[in-house]
């Protein structure tokens, strides 16, 4: 499966962006998606998983009830709906599909592009 990740941009702090990943090749219904983010001379980190039919997430403790994360399998596509950003959330934001469960590790087999996400204070 190809994920395709779109939406960054450059925001000012407590506003909003919604991000995409958008998946070819296979069907995405079959697949745990997550998000993950990594900002300069950090690690990747773990920000939302979402189960392949979309009744369980798991959220980082520093997006909870920030950010949500949705799906619509019947576009092949998941959402992550970031509300109330802070300069701290700037990153290179992926999207990443597995199988079985949500997990917190990078370890997933397949990984979109990234896509840049710039909160200014």
């Known amino acids: 499966v190809q994920l395709q990740a779109s939406g960054g941009g450059l925001v000012q702090a407590g506003g909003s962006l919604r991000l995409s990943c958008a998946a070819s090749g296979r069907t995405l219904s079959s697949y745990v998606m997550a998000w993950f983010r990594q900002a300069p001379g950090k690690e990747r980190e773990f920000v939302v998983g979402i189960s392949w039919s979309g009744g369980s997430t798991f959220y980082a403790d520093s997006v909870k009830g920030r950010f949500t994360i949705s799906r619509d399998n019947a576009k092949n596509t998941v959402y992550l709906q970031m509300n109330s950003l802070k300069p701290e959330d700037t990153a290179v934001y992926y999207c990443?599909?597995?199988?079985?469960?949500?997990?917190?590790?990078?370890?997933?087999?397949?990984w979109g592009q990234g896509t840049q996400v710039t909160v200014s204070s």
């Open positions: 990443a599909a597995g199988l079985y469960v949500i997990t917190p590790t990078p370890t997933y087999p397949y």
